[in-house]
């Protein structure tokens, strides 16, 4: 990850109210979100391929984000280096997913791989395992879900970069937990999404019915523990809560407390085993408030 690795590889030639018709600001610089090809000649290193790796694994990064995981020795020419694989490379997209949330100022860029670059990941040896399984957007679409999103990348990168600092664990990503589960799970439209049985109970009145439904989380993962020499895994289910309240007067509706109704049901009945083929699943619930935390 050293700032001048290199590798033969070579590139070369090939909206916001800011922005004149050459594509620069007042100030002369580049555009941020539409790309500027100067013809600077720029000569991929390994940090390079792993950046794209990074992007690849989790969708979208900040340039924080990336900044966190690589610690360059230079943060300036590291952004700028960013900015190059913007422009003159077109092997990574600024995505305008932020929509009003974006300030030139205040905001952290954000990024996503582009198809060239997944191509050459591809032929660079094959694709990383993702942590996400986000559907792919065009780079000029705002999300509406953008924060929460990102809500689940940061929690989801806060627990991998723990765990490389740990000795003896490994953070599992969600492909490669699909790439172990039930065939039909697999080949199903979403292998996320399980089935559950809601019934009323004492802990959960607000249910007054038996419900026969699918749960979904935002996130799947887990860590793997090496102790003794023997391998150990801990799986959890993710769940961001942003605005959803803590509770609503009827079960239908979605709240913190049905969703976690939904994971006990699901714990208890161990159908995760069958549909993920995971030998234990804990809930891992982030929110913002206390309220919402509280099953």
Partial sequence: MGDQDMTSHTIGHGRFAEMKSSGKDCLGRRSRFKRQISGKRIRLGQRDIDVLRWLYRYRYLRTSHLTQIFKPKSPKRFVERLGNLFHETGYINRPNLQGDHFSAHATSMLYEISIKGINLLDVQGGLPDRAVTFSRRSPRSYSPQYLH???????????????ITKTGQRFVPVDEILARAPESTRIARNPLSVPITLKPTKKYPFIRSRMETHLIPDALGGIEYLIDGEKRYRFWALECERASPASRSHAQASSTRLKCAAYDALIASRNYRNHWGIPNLKLHLVTTTREQARC
Avoid: V
């Fill in 149 to 163: 999103t990102m809500m689940i990348i940061e929690a989801l990168l806060e627990i991998e970069l723990e765990t």
